[in-house]
């Protein structure tokens, strides 16, 4: 029983990695990006506020994509832009694994063929997870 218990845990587990379409060093730490923006680093990445949620620092407001007009936005946000620019997403309405707006964003970004597209790692949402712990906001 406890051998099935587990053979069932691991094939659900690989299956939700499965279904992310990022990979582990695709999830940007908090603590960087904050670092990032603290130093005004030459290497900042452009960051998009895909969502409803309070704007961090530096981060430009598209609205959330799971809409078309947000999805447009978003579109209009990335043509002209250098490819070799990193892009962070992010919309802090709930965990990134969970948001309706994180995926299709981080898809649209890749097939415009950016390079370094990155999510921010929100396992809680922007209130837990940035501003509770300090990180600018504007």
Do not use: H
Not at 62 to 89: H, I, P, Q, S, T
Request: with cysteine; net charge positive.
């Amino acid at each position: 029983m406890k051998l099935l218990l587990t053979l069932l845990t691991f094939i659900s587990l690989s299956a939700f990695s499965q279904d992310q379409p990022w990979k582990k060093e695709q999830i940007l730490p908090t603590k960087d990006l904050a670092d990032k923006i603290k130093t005004n680093a030459k290497d900042l990445p452009l960051i998009l506020n895909i969502g409803p949620m309070q704007n961090i620092k530096t981060a430009q407001l598209v609205g959330a994509v799971n809409y078309e007009f947000g999805m447009m936005r978003l579109k209009d946000k990335l043509e002209g832009l250098d490819k070799d620019k990193a892009v962070v997403f992010y919309c802090g309405c709930c965990s990134y694994k969970t948001c309706p707006n994180i995926r299709p964003a981080f898809d649209a970004a890749n097939k415009a063929g950016f390079k370094k597209v990155l999510i921010l790692d929100l396992p809680v949402g922007i209130e837990e997870d940035w501003i509770k712990k300090g990180y600018p906001v504007e």
